[in-house]
């Protein structure tokens, strides 16, 4: 990422001091038997013990007896057991310790009866995924416990359970309500249109929400597009035309990936910026606009001015306020919150009923995701749509997503040829030869179990009845 995204120097000094305070959390982060239940996030600041056991609905009691002081975590899920694990302090780490549940724990992916827990380790409780972080940036004013269920979002439309991510919502939504220039800038896929849509709804503005790629404008119509035509002045211009700027007056226009914006264009836009008026392709006289303007790019534009590729003067004026959206890497713990909501977007059939194996989460949360929130839209909607049964295995995801290692490397096949040859023969002698079924037992496609055969010269029919 460029310095200019990477500068402090928008961001007061006391909220800039504020965020060097780091809190340890804990988060659900997805319930594997009812996906749509979100998550929720607790600060253990000042917490020397939590109880997690099975309860009617998922929430939270914090307790103070003597000197210990503890949070009750209830989770509503029939494979946790009434007194489920203990996490507590011990030589200023977290311990888990399983109290003899039905289901056991599981830290990384693997069985467990007790175990320190490290920053990002991933607990299974069951079949509940919950995440540790050691310290996250935090605002004294931030809830001790936040639970999706009942989280408003700063912005319409984009949730987080993250605090500093939180903060940094709040205050994007303080400048949504005013009519200030705004430059996100994210990733493909992390949900920039999302956020400009919420901005749009908070600033109350009577006209329309106008989104324009910028990459997708034509190179020969180009001032036509944007700036609108009169009858006449070019051939097929039969009608007089807005263009996209002025079908946005009174609202908010959005210029998606202004980044591919042309030269010549982007002279011409910054003329709209500074007088607030167009001049239509054929037209003698400018028209007044009153729109406010949100841009995105995944692009790093001070690059981009410093090759002469994008005018200083333009960045400057589009730059009144910026804001980062992070990849999904980045914000692992809102995976259940995420899926939660696309999957009620998506209106599939059953899809308010349907569960994700604990093996097929692993996959979720050990994949890079470089489309981001757009990829696991895509992959979900896919994934509901083959599981027949209601039920989201990891044969269900792309290979991209089957051939991530996991969070547990001794449920991988072994890096060793003679040990993994093994494995496979003992595999088709179990499941009698059916492919399908060993490329199930690994977590891997069809198509890398074929290869490996193939590679061992092992012939599956051998093995069928």
Wanted: charged share 25%; proline share 6%.
């Amino acid at each position: 990422m460029s310095d200019i995204f990477n500068t402090t120097e928008d961001v007061p000094a006391e909220r800039r001091a504020q965020r060097e305070l780091l809190h340890p959390y804990l988060f659900v982060v997805l319930h594997c038997d009812k996906p749509t239940l979100g998550g929720g996030r607790y600060d253990l600041t000042d917490l020397d013990e939590i109880l997690i056991g099975r309860g009617a609905k998922r929430e939270v009691l914090r307790t103070s007896e003597g000197n210990v002081r503890t949070l009750v975590l209830s989770l509503p899920s029939a494979t946790v057991s009434k007194n489920h694990a203990r996490l507590f302090r011990r030589h200023e780490q977290w311990f888990l310790e399983d109290l003899d549940s039905k289901n056991g724990c599981c830290v990384n992916g693997e069985r467990v009866a007790n175990a320190f827990i490290r920053d990002g380790d991933f607990i299974e409780i069951g079949v509940v995924i919950l995440r540790y972080r050691a310290g996250l940036p935090t605002l004294p004013s931030a809830p001790l416990d936040v639970d999706s269920a009942f989280l408003t979002p700063e912005i319409p439309g984009y949730t987080t359970l993250d605090p500093a991510a939180t903060a940094d919502l709040d205050a994007l939504s303080r400048v949504a309500r005013l009519p200030i220039t705004t430059l996100l800038f994210g990733e493909t896929g992390t949900g920039k249109e999302v956020l400009a849509k919420g901005m749009h709804l908070l600033a109350g503005r009577k006209g329309p929400f106008v989104a324009v790629n910028c990459g997708a404008l034509s190179s020969t119509l180009l001032e036509s597009q944007l700036f609108g035509h009169v009858k006449g002045s070019f051939t097929g211009a039969q009608r007089d035309a807005p263009g996209y700027i002025r079908s946005a007056d009174g609202g908010t226009l959005f210029l998606d990936e202004i980044g591919d914006l042309p030269l010549p264009a982007q002279a011409a836009f910054l003329r709209v910026l500074q007088e607030r008026e167009v001049v239509p392709v054929g037209a003698t006289r400018p028209t007044s606009v009153d729109v406010r303007v949100i841009a995105a790019t995944h692009k790093a534009l001070d690059t981009l001015c410093l090759e002469g590729e994008f005018r200083t003067d333009l960045l400057a004026r589009i730059a009144s306020y910026q804001h980062v959206l992070p990849p999904l890497r980045q914000r692992i713990e809102d995976m259940g919150v995420l899926i939660g909501d696309i999957a009620r977007r998506e209106g599939i059939p059953g899809a308010k009923e349907f569960r994700i194996s604990v093996t097929a989460a692993r996959r979720l949360f050990s994949y890079s995701w470089p489309l981001n929130v757009r990829e696991l839209g895509n992959v979900l909607t896919v994934a509901l749509a083959l599981a027949t049964e209601g039920v989201v295995e990891v044969f269900h995801l792309p290979e991209a997503v089957i051939e991530t290692p996991g969070l547990n490397p001794k449920t991988d096949p072994p890096a060793n040829p003679a040990e993994l040859r093994e494995q496979l023969e003992s595999l088709l002698r179990q499941h009698r030869g059916n492919v399908t079924s060993v490329s199930r037992s690994l977590g891997k496609s069809r198509t890398q179990v074929h290869r490996w055969m193939q590679r061992f010269g092992i012939d599956p029919d051998a093995y069928r009845d």
